[in-house]
């Protein structure tokens, strides 16, 4: 997420998308995607209960730049509600 953490390798990536600050499994919409050449772009809507309290709320856009069929580089802007 530009200007606010950027993680490397499959790890890493995991390990933030495991994060035990959230409780059960969020629900993910995807509104739109583009495909063109080996960029794929998602858009869409995410919310997660927070353990502390609360619940993200936020929608995004994922840009996937991809190689050989995997993800070489994955780019998130996201914005709160």
């Keep these: 997420m530009p200007g606010f953490f950027q993680l490397s390798?499959?790890?890493?990536?995991?390990?933030?998308?495991?994060?035990?600050a959230f409780e059960g499994n969020p629900t993910i919409r995807i509104l739109s995607m583009t495909?063109?050449?080996?960029?794929?772009?998602?858009?869409?809507?995410?919310?997660?209960?927070?353990k502390a309290g609360g619940l993200l709320d936020a929608l995004f856009c994922d840009v996937f730049q991809m190689g050989?069929?995997?993800?070489?580089?994955?780019?998130?802007?996201?914005?709160?509600?």
Excluded: H, P, R, W
Excluded at 35 to 50: L, P, R, T
Excluded at 71 to 76: A, E, G, P, V, Y
């Design 68 to 81: 050989n069929g995997k993800i070489k580089q994955l780019t998130t802007y996201q914005i709160n509600k």
């Design 35 to 50: 495909e063109e050449n080996d960029i794929v772009v998602a858009e869409g809507s995410v919310q997660c209960k927070i």
């Design 9 to 20: 390798g499959k790890e890493e990536f995991d390990n933030e998308i495991e994060n035990d």
